[in-house]
């Protein structure tokens, strides 16, 4: 029987890009929404309903592939959202949201998938993280904070089960063509607000460095060898080539002047 992996916000974008090319290569493909009967009738894999945040909604889907499979390999998870606003202003519901849905959601469908593969001899796990984990963005720390806690825990886990046979490792892609513009929230811009401008340059920029991003398919074709590496690397950084020599800068050169370099970036 072919792998069966499980790939989390599968209805878009990388996600959707993923899915169709391990269903080409002959995957058995999963794929997760929030409105899978939508989506299900445009797709040649199959769709399950999943709210990462909500462990009976992760239960019930892992349950659903291991009626129908038996056996997980892979799990990819996805799934997230992203979110922009002064650090000053942002509301912290939604920075608990946030975290929910970009953090925690990963963590609890890895603590529901590794039983399974320990018990099977084996698996891997692939986290998309961001180049955005690397360093706290301006009017985007919220995210960066987000994808660096999930980098960590995603560290420790490979280290603690190493003995597993279980493969786990980061993907943190730069700027990729994408809808998420569409789908971030935005804290509103308030003129009023002494981060009127800079917050309004920040989106806009924001906005035109997705529209200018390198294409999904460049993260399919890392994701593909990260599945046939005999030993994958911890972290895989995928994006523009200034995008991935950030953080390289960041531990080579003094604080202060990396932090003068991100504010003429930014017109800070």
Do not use: W
């Not at 019930?60 to 997230?80: H, M, P, Q, Y």
């Not at 001899?121 to 301006?138: E, Q, R, Y």
């Not at 200034?242 to 991100?262: A, C, D, N, V, Y």
């Amino acid at each position: 029987m072919s792998d069966v992996v499980l790939i989390t916000g599968a209805s878009s974008g990388l996600g959707l890009a993923t899915a169709l090319s391990m269903h080409q290569k002959g995957y058995t493909v999963f794929g997760t929404s929030r409105n899978p009967e939508i989506h299900q009738e445009q797709h040649p894999f199959k769709f399950l309903y999943l709210e990462n945040s909500d462990s009976k909604s992760i239960q019930s889907c892992i349950k659903s592939v291991l009626i129908e499979t038996n056996r997980l390999d892979i799990l990819i998870n996805n799934a997230g959202v992203g979110i922009t606003g002064p650090m000053e202003e942002i509301e912290l519901d939604q920075v608990k949201n946030h975290f929910e849905i970009n953090c925690f959601g990963p963590l609890r469908l890895m603590q529901a998938v590794m039983p399974l593969m320990r018990n099977q001899g084996g698996g891997v796990i692939i986290n998309v993280t961001s180049i955005a984990a690397d360093m706290g963005l301006p009017f985007r720390g919220v995210y960066s904070a987000a994808k660096s806690a999930l980098e960590r825990m995603t560290e420790s886990l490979r280290l603690e089960s190493h003995a597993f046979g279980i493969k786990i490792c980061n993907l943190a892609p730069g700027d990729f063509i994408s809808n998420i513009a569409e789908r971030r929230h935005y804290t509103p811009l308030n003129k009023n607000s002494p981060y009127f401008e800079n917050y309004q340059f920040s989106l806009n920029q924001m906005n035109q460095h997705v529209d200018k991003g390198i294409g999904t398919d460049q993260i399919v074709k890392i994701i593909e060898n990260i599945l046939q590496a005999q030993k994958p690397k911890a972290r895989y950084k995928v994006g523009a080539p200034l995008q991935k020599l950030s953080g390289i800068l960041k531990t080579l050169l003094p604080s202060r002047i990396f932090e003068k370099l991100l504010m003429n970036h930014y017109k800070l």
